[in-house]
């Protein structure tokens, strides 16, 4: 596989569930995002890692919880959601190193439903 | 605060004329701008970008051009294909340290094009 790939594509969970997105890059890069895209919004950037580190956290709340063992791996783990966490999330992954003007590359987003 | 605006929601032009989309940014500390192209269900794809040395960067049937001092770019598709159909946002970065890897997005433009 190429690119950037995201599973589960959908997923309905219920408030009290416990449920991860995976996200993987087969991109060689070492900068890896974590996006919402909330209905008739901007994409809002909720974590990015560099090199497996940590380097942002946009206030995002503790019920989404990011992992990242390696460069080519991204997680997101889900529990307690609230229904206006609905919507698409989004990976990206870049390659740092060209100053600061990466281009990031997106995968095809999990649509969630949280009832 | 929207740092990055997309004023227009939507877009319809004829098959073969010129798609003009536009774009404004406050931040001065932005010195690098992309376009991205997402059809319904799949990622945003990167279209095209220009970073703030120069103040026009084409590819194909994509031109951006670049106004630093009105802080306004902009994307020309020409000659305008049905495919073009989609949602096209623009993103900015900054090459300050705190903004590494972020992108700040616009809020979209749906543009339709006419057979």
């Known amino acids: 596989e190429t690119g950037v790939t995201q599973t589960p594509r959908h997923l309905v969970m219920g408030m009290t569930n416990k449920k991860s997105l995976k996200c993987e890059q087969h991109?060689?890069?070492?900068?890896m995002y974590w996006y919402k895209q909330s209905a008739k919004k901007p994409l809002e950037l909720m974590f990015v890692?560099?090199?497996?580190?940590?380097?942002e956290n946009n206030s995002v709340p503790s019920r989404f919880s990011p992992e990242c063992p390696n460069s080519s791996h991204l997680f997101l783990h889900l529990h307690t959601l609230q229904p206006e966490d609905s919507a698409l999330y989004l990976c990206?992954?870049?390659?740092?190193?060209?100053?600061?003007?990466?281009?990031?590359?997106f995968g095809p987003g999990t649509r969630l439903l949280v009832l | 605060d929207q740092q990055v605006k997309q004023n227009s929601p939507s877009l319809s032009v004829q098959e073969g004329r010129i798609s003009i989309l536009n774009c404004d940014y406050t931040?001065?500390?932005?010195?690098?701008f992309l376009w991205y192209k997402k059809y319904p269900a799949e990622g945003p794809t990167f279209l095209i970008s220009?970073?703030?040395?120069?103040d026009k960067n084409e590819d194909g049937r994509f031109t951006v051009f670049l106004n630093k001092s009105a802080k306004h770019l902009s994307l020309h598709i020409v000659p305008s294909q049905p495919g073009d159909s989609a949602v096209y946002f623009c993103?900015?970065?900054?090459?300050?340290?705190?903004?590494?890897?972020?992108?700040?997005f616009g809020q979209g433009t749906t543009l339709q094009v006419k057979p």
């Open positions: 890692y560099n090199f497996k580190e940590q380097t």
């Open positions: 931040n001065s500390m932005f010195d690098y």
């Open positions: 991109l060689g890069h070492n900068a």
């Open positions: 220009i970073s703030s040395i120069k």
């Open positions: 990206a992954s870049s390659h740092p190193g060209h100053g600061y003007q990466e281009t990031q590359y």
């Open positions: 993103a900015a970065s900054g090459s300050s340290s705190s903004n590494t890897g972020k992108l700040i």
